[in-house]
C-alpha cells in the first residue's frame, strides 16, 4: 500500500481506468454487523471500500467520521479506501482523514 502524499491533488477521466473498479459503500453495510459485511463484500471481490462521510450540514444525513475509516484500516491494511467529504469546510478535516487511512479523498467544490 502506498498513500498519497497529503493533499496531492490527481484529475483523471473514466477513460484512463482499464476496467471496472469495484467500490461498495461503506454507508450502505449494517453497522451492528460493520467487520463482517465488509469482509463479505472485500472477499467477495471488492477492491476499494467507498466511504460517504456527510455532516448534516452539507447534505441532510450524518453518517460517520475518521474514527470508523481508522478502525476499518486496522482490518483491511490492503484494501483502496475512497473517502468523499459530503461536509462543511473539508479542508479542516482532510488530515484526520489522511491519518485514519484514506487512499483517495474527494470533496465537493462548492463545500470550502
Avoid: Y
Wanted: proline share 9%; net charge neutral; with cysteine.
Amino acid at each position: 500500500r502506498h498513500p498519497l502524499p497529503m493533499m496531492q491533488l490527481s484529475v483523471g477521466t473514466a477513460k484512463q481506468f482499464a476496467r471496472p473498479i469495484v467500490s461498495p459503500s461503506v454507508a450502505k453495510a449494517n453497522f451492528l454487523n460493520l467487520g463482517a459485511d465488509l469482509h463479505a463484500a472485500v472477499d467477495g471481490g471488492a477492491e476499494w471500500l467507498h466511504f460517504s462521510v456527510q455532516d448534516g450540514r452539507m447534505v441532510p444525513k450524518i453518517s460517520f467520521g475518521s474514527p470508523i475509516v481508522a478502525a476499518c484500516r486496522k482490518e483491511f491494511p490492503d484494501t483502496i479506501f475512497d473517502v468523499k467529504l459530503g461536509i462543511f469546510e473539508p479542508e479542516r478535516r482532510i488530515p484526520d482523514f489522511v491519518k485514519a487511512g484514506a487512499d483517495i479523498i474527494s470533496v465537493h467544490p462548492e463545500s470550502t
